[in-house]
């Protein structure tokens, strides 16, 4: 359950049944709790730019809830609102048109860097709802193999299947060096992907899982 502080009340009705109101977010410098099951918590401060964010630096409400934030497990600011700027990088609001570019990036990089608070931005309210559940989804989960394994997308033909040569090109990809042009150009003097199985095809056939029809193309390719 996501506990949401009872003063973001637009911020729970866009969250639905997923929230509850709750004062224990405030104990942590948050608008936004959730506990990560058996490693921590995650803790959102939500703030509306530019004029919540700026407000609550001059007024000092931002330093007390960072020292907060940073002792939970899983802290994040949600910066909410893209900023508008003149030509020459100064924010286009006659209030804050002191608030340079350079400046705003630089307070946002000791957010995290200093104080060890993960800064999201979202468009607006309903586009930090979105972010909230995201952010509660991925630190939920135990391991993050995104970065580690190769997209599943592959080039198909004119009725919707992929050709052994494609799959080929694919596959020497995968190795250090080898971009889209030399995988090309191997293809080209080859005529397929110089490799071969090391096992028999009725060794490969026995795998659990692979299935008559997907050893024959597999031994294809790399036979």
Wanted: aromatic share 6%; net charge neutral; proline share 4%.
């Amino acid at each position: 359950m996501i506990l949401v502080s009872p003063t973001d009340r637009d911020l729970l009705s866009l969250l639905g049944d997923r929230a509850m109101s709750h004062s224990l977010p405030e104990q942590h410098g948050a608008d936004v709790l959730s506990v990560v099951s058996g490693r921590g918590k995650l803790a959102i401060q939500r703030k509306a730019f530019p004029e919540d964010l700026l407000a609550s630096i001059d007024d000092g409400r931002l330093a007390r809830e960072l020292a907060m934030l940073a002792r939970t497990e899983y802290p994040v600011l949600i910066v909410e609102g893209r900023p508008q700027w003149t030509a020459d990088g100064h924010l286009m609001a006659s209030w804050a048109s002191r608030w340079t570019r350079q400046q705003l990036r630089n307070l946002l990089r000791s957010v995290w860097l200093v104080h060890g608070v993960m800064v999201e931005h979202t468009d607006d309210i309903n586009d930090t709802a979105t972010a909230v559940l995201e952010l509660e989804n991925w630190f939920g989960k135990k391991v993050h193999r995104s970065l580690l394994t190769r997209p599943k997308h592959t080039v198909r033909d004119t009725w919707g299947k992929s050709s052994q040569e494609d799959i080929a090109r694919f596959l020497l990809q995968g190795f250090p060096g080898i971009g889209t042009m030399l995988a090309e150009a191997i293809l080209e003097r080859f005529g397929k992907a110089p490799l071969s199985w090391s096992c028999t095809f009725d060794e490969l056939k026995s795998v659990p899982g692979i299935g008559d029809r997907r050893s024959k193309a597999l031994w294809e390719l790399l036979q």
